[in-house]
Nanobody, 124 residues
Framework: QVQLVESGGGLVQAGASLRLSCAAS????????MAWFRQAPGKERGFVSA????????DYSDSVKERFTISRDNAKNTVYLQMNSLKPEDTAVYYC?????????????????WGRGTQVTVST
């Protein structure tokens, strides 16, 4: 079992930055592929970014590429999502997810464990 707890969400203005954290317990992030998904009001949950434990490969959705950065701190067993140049369309609940597979995957069905989410709201 893996327990995931997100934090770091909030209300910011367009152009600002936020860093989300996902603290994992029960399994180390060094052997777990971690990802972030988000769900905007009235929309389905979608892929944001993932980090493979096996080769540290990272993947990003086109909408966040070059603005968001996923990383991990092995000592803290925590994964981060640094979000820069935030836009109103980034407003969503952000979920941390984990899977035992070694490769990244943009399909939420591939992830066995989920956090409860943290709200990010970007105003104009």
């Amino acid at each position: 079992q893996v327990q995931l707890v997100e934090s770091g969400g909030g209300l910011v203005q367009a152009g600002a930055s936020l860093r989300l954290s996902c603290a994992a317990s029960g399994r180390t992030v060094t052997t777990t592929t971690m990802a972030w998904f988000r769900q905007a009001p009235g929309k389905e949950r979608g892929f944001v970014s993932a980090l493979s434990w096996f080769d540290s490969r990272t993947d990003y959705s086109d909408s966040v590429k070059e603005r968001f950065t996923i990383s991990r701190d092995n000592a803290k067993n925590t994964v981060y999502l640094q979000m820069n140049s935030l836009k109103p369309e980034d407003t969503a609940v952000y979920y941390c997810a984990a899977r035992r597979g070694y490769n990244t995957n943009d399909d939420e069905g591939a992830y066995e464990y989920w956090g409860r989410g943290t709200q990010v709201t970007v105003s104009t």
